[in-house]
Each structure stands twice: as structure tokens, then as C-alpha cells.
């Protein structure tokens, strides 16, 4: 007999939590239970389109969401005695006050990147740790700025062996839909080290002291661009290097000259594609700008879309979790083809799953 669909539940109907509500529900292993949030605007009007079951996270919200017209099928209370994972999208701080919630009902639970990692003490995103994550019972999806480096530096480090990685990150000053908090007309640097070098090594420990962050916000929303030096163990040529990362799923590398050479053209490029929302949770790297030097540097400069990049990480969480698939590979495959990204080639391995070679940082398995 077939095992039935995993039953799952959003909570956070923002930015991540629709793309995470369309995501887990296009699995056809997975079965999206509902959404649940406290809002009453035009934003529900997706959800209830989509014909997805809307619960009210907080009692005093549902004569509201009842008066603009919106179904409600129950509370927060009730989507959990359903579900065996939620994913918690609200804003940072917000998740914490749901956890004995959570609790008391004995589901797992994901949080996004906004969250600190000390709050559910696992971080995940796949490409670096999908394996150690096999049956947890809380984790958090690490932000859109560290999934792109997770994916850019265990790649190097499952092939090549990686000693030291430094990267400065051009951030948008705020997503285009927050009015609020951008364009702005400075540039604005984080004062000392930039979270995101950390970050990173909560998914790849080996990296403690070898990697150093900068970051500054600018003013633009489309994107954030990376800049990073990374200092390989062997020395690999450019035309091989643009050759793993072309058979690496999730990873897109192109010239500019063809002409997608600025965040702008890449916006208009998966828009006439016909991605839901201009969509890109691929990281896009402009061939032009990769080069290796005597010492075993590369260099590379590459875009991250922030809204869409952590969304199949969290669809890769949930199989790991429940320990839907042993496979990480396969798992990526898998939420690839429902996502409809499919790129590159779902027959190799990933980081952390019994490595070519013996190197310091490819081959030691994470605590």
C-alpha cells in the first residue's frame, strides 16, 4: 500500500509563507492542511483562490477575517491536531510565542532565517546538512543570503576541498513590496562582522574561523548580489568549475553577454519565462566574472532573489524531518520537478554524503 501524503501546515501568509504554502502544495507526497494567519486583506484573497483551508492564528481575529468575506475552517488549535510539521513564516520573534503550541500538540517545526539559530539550536539547508537532519523535531531554515552560500561553498568543498571563504554581499535595502523600508538614498554598511559568515557555519561547522562576511544595503529591491573569494584545496581549471556548477541543480550559470547582465534583466527573464511571481530559486552566477589565480583563489560574483531561494529548502526540510527520503539527491529532484526548476543533473551527491576524496572540509561529517 502506498505510504499517504504527509500532512502539513503554514503558519505566515507573508512573502515566504505563500511561496512555502504553493511550494509543499504542488508535492505529490505532501498535503497542504492549511494556512494560518490573522490578516483580512487582499493578501487571503490568494489563499482563498488557491482554495486553501484558512485557519485564524488568534481567536480575536476571526470576526474580522469573517467580515471581509474569508471562510475560516477552524483555529490554529485545530490545523495542528491535523498535521505532523508546521512551518512557521510569521515574522521574526513571532514563532517563539507559537512553540508551546507546537508543543503541546507534538508537531516538528521549521522557522525561517529571521529567527536566531539558538531558538531551535539546528539550522538546515540542504546542500549542506539534509543528512543530519533525519528525524529532528525543530530546525530553521537558514536565510535567503545563507542558502546561496550554502549551495555556492559546499559544492566547492564536496569537489574541490575549500580552506577559507570571504564574501562581501550588495544587499537590497527592502523587498519590493515594503515600502517602507526602501529605496533609501545611502548606503548603508553593517558594522563589523555581517551575520552571514556565522550563519554558515551553523550548516557547515568545519568553516569556524575560515570564513569572513561584509555586507552593505543599497537602493534597489530586485536582489542581493554576492562577491566571494573562496580558497580551494586543489586547483581545478574555470572550465571546470563552470562545468559542476552547470550540472549542479539550483545553481545557474550563464554570460552576461547573452544578455543577462545586470539583477534587472534577470527579473524580466523569468518573468517572460512565466514564473509565478518572477520567481528564481536558482542562484544566478555571471560566468564572466568567475576566475581562478596561482594561489587557488576563485572569485565569482553571483544573484540571489531573496523571496524564492530558501522556498524548496523548506520543502527539502519537511522529507528530511519525517524522513520521507534517505536521499538528498533524490529529495531535491523530487521538490525540483514540482516546483517546476528543474536544471543541471540529479545524479551525483551532496555535501556530506560520503565524499569523492578525503579533504578537510569535504569529507568530516557535521556534528
Not at 78 to 88: C, P, Q
Not at 163 to 192: E, K, Q, W, Y
Not at 311 to 328: C, F, G, Q, Y
Not at 342 to 367: D, I, W
Amino acid at each position: 500500500m502506498a505510504k499517504s501524503k504527509a500532512n502539513i501546515g503554514v503558519v505566515g501568509y507573508g512573502i515566504i509563507g505563500k511561496r512555502v504554502a504553493d511550494a509543499i502544495a504542488s508535492q505529490p507526497d505532501m498535503r497542504l492542511v492549511g494556512i494560518a494567519d490573522i490578516i483580512s486583506d487582499v493578501r487571503l484573497r490568494i489563499a482563498k483562490e488557491r482554495n486553501y483551508p484558512i485557519y485564524c492564528s488568534l481567536p480575536d481575529f476571526e470576526p474580522k477575517m469573517r467580515a471581509a468575506g474569508f471562510e475560516v475552517v477552524g483555529f490554529l488549535d485545530d490545523m495542528l491536531k491535523e498535521i505532523e510539521i508546521v512551518i512557521d513564516c510569521t515574522p521574526s520573534g513571532v514563532p517563539a510565542q507559537n512553540f508551546p503550541l507546537y508543543d503541546k500538540y507534538n508537531v516538528k517545526t521549521i522557522v525561517q532565517g529571521g529567527e536566531k539559530h539558538s531558538l531551535t539550536e539546528r539550522s538546515f539547508s540542504t546542500f549542506g546538512n539534509y543528512y543530519t537532519h533525519l528525524g529532528v523535531k525543530k530546525t530553521r531554515v537558514v536565510s535567503c543570503n545563507t542558502t546561496a552560500l550554502t549551495r555556492i561553498i559546499s559544492t566547492l568543498a564536496h569537489e574541490y576541498g575549500v580552506s577559507d571563504v570571504f564574501v562581501a554581499l550588495a544587499r537590497r535595502a527592502g523587498d519590493p513590496a515594503r515600502t517602507n523600508r526602501g529605496p533609501i538614498n545611502a548606503i548603508t554598511p553593517v558594522l563589523g562582522v555581517s551575520h552571514h559568515g556565522p550563519d554558515l557555519v551553523t550548516i557547515m561547522p568545519q568553516l569556524d574561523d575560515r570564513i569572513h562576511s561584509l555586507a552593505i544595503a543599497g537602493s534597489w529591491t530586485l536582489s542581493h548580489v554576492h562577491m566571494v573569494k573562496v580558497t580551494l584545496e586543489s586547483s581545478p581549471s574555470k572550465d571546470e568549475v563552470v562545468s559542476l556548477y552547470k550540472k549542479t541543480p539550483r545553481i545557474l550559470i550563464e554570460p552576461g553577454k547573452h544578455g543577462l547582465f545586470d539583477s534587472a534583466q534577470l527579473v524580466e527573464y523569468f518573468r517572460d519565462l512565466g514564473r509565478p511571481r518572477y520567481d528564481r530559486p536558482e542562484v544566478f552566477i555571471w560566468e564572466e566574472t568567475m576566475s581562478l589565480d596561482s594561489r587557488g583563489n576563485l572569485y565569482m560574483i553571483y544573484d540571489v532573489h531573496m523571496e524564492s531561494i530558501p522556498i524548496p529548502e523548506n520543502v527539502d526540510a519537511v522529507r528530511s524531518m519525517l524522513e520521507m527520503e534517505s536521499d538528498a539527491m533524490k529529495c531535491v529532484e523530487m521538490t525540483d520537478k514540482a516546483m517546476k526548476i528543474q536544471n543541471g543533473s540529479y545524479s551525483g551527491t551532496l555535501y556530506g554524503s560520503a565524499p569523492p576524496k578525503e579533504r578537510s572540509l569535504a569529507s568530516t561529517e557535521h556534528e
